[in-house]
Nanobody, 115 residues
Framework: QVQLVESGGGLVQAGGSLRLSCVAS????????MGWFRQAPGKQRDLVAT???????NYADSVKGRFTISRDNARNTMTLQMNSLKPEDTAVYYC?????????WGQGTQVTVSS
């Protein structure tokens, strides 16, 4: 089993920045892809960014150029640097990890961007 814990959410004004972190613990050997997803009220959970164990990243078009995903395999941590935040970025952000054929989720952290 893998446990994922997110941190770093909060309230920020439009144009501001936040840095989210996700720490994986438990049986972390073999985690391949990790990622961030977000879910706004009344909407489906959408992909924000993913990163492989080798460091290859992928972003949703809506966050390209503003968000940066990174990962430290030795420390089992992943971060999401979010700059130039917009009100439409408001959502609960979830950390995700793929290990073999299992997908694990964190409990989520709230990000609120005021206009």
């Amino acid at each position: 089993q893998v446990q994922l814990v997110e941190s770093g959410g909060g309230l920020v004004q439009a144009g501001g920045s936040l840095r989210l972190s996700c720490v994986a613990s438990g049986s972390t050997f073999g985690i391949s892809s990790m990622g961030w997803f977000r879910q706004a009220p009344g909407k489906q959970r959408d992909l924000v960014a993913t990163i492989t164990s080798g460091g290859s990243s992928n972003y949703a078009d809506s966050v390209k150029g503003r968000f940066t995903i990174s990962r430290d395999n030795a420390r089992n941590t992943m971060t999401l640097q979010m700059n130039s935040l917009k009100p439409e970025d408001t959502a609960v952000y979830y950390c995700n990890a793929l290990q073999r054929f299992k997908i694990y989720w964190g409990q989520g952290t709230q990000v609120t961007v005021s206009s």
